[in-house]
């Protein structure tokens, strides 16, 4: 099985958590991943001394997941590419709309 997921807020919401969890399930029963990251879900890419969030996707990404982040929603925050962890891919919507289109079942965390 696909899962898509879409994550739209901030590291502090409790949507991480939950994106997070359902992320390790789907990967742990062997399914693929594929995260889509806009608006203020950007941030709980950025590794910081309060944004657990991070380490968090990190994990997601080194277990197999796909972490699509919006360009544009990272350059309208001041969010560099280098500021990011590891393993991000660089999107735009054409990307999300191929992740909803190839998904089995897709969520949206906003």
Known sequence: MN?????TTSPEHQNS????ALARAALARGHEVSLFLMDDGVY???PGPRVKAAG???ELARAGARLVVCALSMEERGV???SVIEGVIFGNQYLHAQIVHGSDRFLTFS
Do not use: D, I, P, Q
Request: positive net charge; proline residues 0%.
């Open 17 to 20: 958590r939950t994106v997070v």
């Open 80 to 82: 560099s590419k280098e």
């Open 56 to 58: 968090w996707f990190a």
């Open 3 to 7: 899962l898509g997921m879409l994550l």
């Open 44 to 46: 709980n890419l950025v």
